[in-house]
């Protein structure tokens, strides 16, 4: 008899493996849990066996199922005694009678009646399924009410939504999903130098931009703040543009725009010289590249040794001769000259001199390069060479840089009496070089700049079939002369002498621009296009589509065609009438005609009354002769019935005059040849 008070029952000590068979019976367990009716754990194991037979009962006692209990026993498993998750849920005699069959190291309890709801699981998912956040899960009690949240994902943007995004928590777990497309939005902008005065507008410093399905915008849906940029006054400013949640910056740097010249070119002073000469330029170039014509005034003064000379009457300064001459359309050429017979002595110094210039109005202001003070040298020699650039493999040898030379009398030198040092050069390397001229104590330098030569000619292969047209420029990619500058395919030397285009083979074509010669192969195929069809034939009323004449197809390279890529034309077939029909099949040029012949069906005649009553007479009249055809016989044969050597000889005469008869026919074709 069991305990009434008994809540907690371990019998995990009991090993009834070890028990024989035989014994199961004397060892049953008659009302082993009777009275139990407390008892709301049982802990089992694997060596433990619940024996009962029919007529024997366990007794456990059935749970009553109310507000917190189910009624059924429900094995623990990896949760607890409040919150059991094991498969088994049993009443008490289903586990008395289950057990046995699955024995487990497990405890029993009363399965409890849960309000915890199932999960809901919320995901945030891009157009192809991916997950691009992670999951939020949420929990609660049945009957609790819940919100989703749509998630900001950097490079996506929300799409739609899957499932309920508020709703209330149930047993049945539940599912919201977020999806999420790609952000294709962009936007692009440059920064950019402009000038005071000139004109600039906020699209001039943007690039591109698209929306977040990756089409183009136009610049209207862009938003700009451009408010604190003063192009009238230097300074760096930011214009900021937007579109979206995207922003960029753009740096407008204003510079100030002047009229640049050139300073004056002074040619070398000389002692004993009396006169001062140079060259000015035309036009100076405003920073924006803007050309202006230079004016230059009557007035000019200079400062030599610390004395001011000048060409008007000025207070203390001395007077000198000046006169300006247009040289070409880019530079003038002046002339001071000493007054009173004054020359120049070797160590005198200019200090400097000035040719005002004047600027059409409304110019920009003219920036000043004063000229450098020039100390007049002693009488010498003169040695004039110039800087140049060659390219790496070019020929050069040092006479090439090499001007003029004048001994100190003033009398031209040759090249020849030149002491030249160009040890350093190196055609082969990229590199700048100097190169020494010397005469009578005086050396000048050159400088030669060997460049990388970046000559290229890019072309590729081809496939062409016989028959295609084709040119040499559709082989062409790009060239590039020793600069690096793009060459146009007009410039380039083609040899195509050897490719036929109607013969099946593989060609050279050769490119050629400034010595680099590139080959490009061709090669041209036969051409494998081939449409097969059939003749049929039809008729009237039947049912007929195109494919059905259709036996296969194939295009240039051979390779298989399948009837949909094909065109055809059966517009003239009509399989209501009679006739014969032209249906085409056109692929890549090849076209192939099959014919339809449309037939009239037979038509079947039925005899008239008259004509099956005539049929029937006739029938009659042969059986009649059949009839008497047949009496007669029966009756001959009663008359007349031959002997068996009669037979034999009827037999023997029949071929003796069928072999008379083919001999006869022998003989008569021979005359016949004779004759």
């Known amino acids: 008899m069991g305990d009434s008070s008994l809540e907690e029952l371990d019998l995990t000590g009991f090993d009834m493996t070890k028990l024989p068979s035989s014994s199961y ?69 289903e586990l008395t ?4 069959l699955n024995p487990k190291n497990d405890t029993y309890v009363w399965q409890p009646i849960s309000n915890k709801a ?35 994902i950097a490079g996506y943007v929300f799409k739609n939504v899957q499932g309920n995004v508020t709703g209330t928590l149930t047993d049945q777990a539940q599912t919201v999903t977020y999806i999420y497309k790609v952000d294709q939005s962009t936007l692009n902008v440059k920064d950019s130098t402009i000038y005071t005065g000139d004109k600039w ?49 753009a740096k407008i740097t204003v510079k100030l725009n002047q009229t640049n010249v050139e300073s004056a070119n002074i040619n070398p002073i000389t002692s004993q010289d009396v006169v001062i000469t140079g060259i000015l330029p035309a036009y100076g170039e405003t920073n924006t590249g803007q050309k202006i014509e230079l004016s230059y005034s ?40 000493l007054p009173n017979g004054e020359v120049f002595a070797s160590g005198d110094k200019l200090d400097w001199f000035i040719i005002p210039a004047t600027l059409p109005t409304g110019s920009p202001q003219l920036s000043q390069k004063l000229s450098t003070e020039i100390i007049v040298g002693e009488l010498k020699a ?44 190196d055609i082969t390397t990229a590199g700048v070089y100097d190169v020494t001229y010397t005469f009578d104590g005086v050396t000048s330098n050159a400088k030669v700049t060997v460049k990388d030569r970046q000559t290229a000619v890019n072309v590729h292969d081809s496939t062409l079939y016989v028959g295609d047209t084709w040119k040499a420029e559709e082989n ?14 007009s410039q380039l030397t083609v040899d195509d002498s050897k490719l036929d285009p109607n013969t099946p083979g593989i060609y050279d074509v050769t490119y050629t621009y400034d010595g680099v010669a590139s080959t490009a192969k061709v090669s041209v195929k036969n051409r494998q296009t081939a449409i097969n069809v059939h003749d049929s034939s039809i008729y009237v009323g039947d049912n007929w589509k195109a494919e059905e004449n259709f036996d296969s197809a194939f295009d240039k390279d051979g390779h298989k065609v399948d009837f949909s890529q094909l065109t055809v034309d059966d517009s003239k077939v009509h399989t209501s009438k009679a ?10 040029g090849v076209t192939s005609i099959a014919k339809i012949t449309v037939k009239d069906k037979e038509s079947t005649i039925l005899p008239s009354e008259d004509d099956k009553n005539k049929e029937k007479s006739s029938e009659k009249n042969i059986e009649k002769i059949n009839t008497k055809k047949t009496t007669s016989e029966g009756s001959m044969s009663e008359n007349k019935l031959p002997e068996t050597g009669e037979a034999r000889l009827v037999v023997v005469a029949t071929m003796i005059g069928g072999l008379a008869i083919l001999l006869i026919s022998v003989l008569m074709a021979k005359k016949q040849v004779k004759k």
């Open 25 to 93: 019976n004397k060892y049953v367990m008659t009302l082993f849990f009777q009275n139990t009716n407390s008892l709301k754990s049982l802990k089992l194991s694997d060596k433990f066996r619940i024996w009962g037979t029919d007529d024997t009962n366990v007794e456990l006692p059935e749970i009553l199922p109310n507000n917190e209990y189910s009624g059924k026993w429900e094995n623990i498993g990896s949760g607890t005694n409040e919150n059991p998750n094991g498969k088994d849920v049993w009443t008490s005699k």
């Open 97 to 100: 009678q289950n057990f046995n």
């Open 118 to 152: 199932a999960d809901l699981t919320v995901k945030y998912l891009d157009t192809n399924g991916n997950k691009i956040s992670a999951d939020v899960v949420k929990s609660g009690d049945i009957g609790d009410t819940y919100t989703t949240e749509q998630k900001s």
């Open 201 to 249: 507008k906020p699209q001039d410093n943007f690039v591109s931009a698209t929306d977040v399905d990756g089409n183009d915008l136009d610049f209207s849906q862009v938003t700009v703040d451009a408010s604190n940029i003063d192009t009238n006054k230097e300074g760096t400013y930011e214009v900021i543009y937007s579109y979206g949640g995207l922003t960029q910056k």
């Open 298 to 337: 009557s007035a000019a003064m200079f400062s030599l040794n610390n004395k001011v000379y000048n060409q008007n009457t000025v207070s203390g300064n001395q007077m000198f001769n000046y006169s300006i001459t247009r040289l070409n359309k880019d530079y003038y050429t002046f002339t001071f000259t």
């Open 382 to 425: 003169v040695v004039n060479v110039h800087d140049s650039s060659i390219y790496v493999g070019d020929t050069w040898k040092a006479e090439d840089n090499f001007d003029s030379a004048l001994d100190k009398d003033g009398n031209k030198v040759g090249f020849s009496q030149m002491t030249v040092d160009d040890s350093k050069v």
């Open 476 to 489: 062409f990619d790009s060239a590039f002369d020793k600069d690096g500058h793009k060459v146009d395919f």
């Open 579 to 588: 006739g014969v029909y032209d249906v085409s099949y056109t692929y890549d």
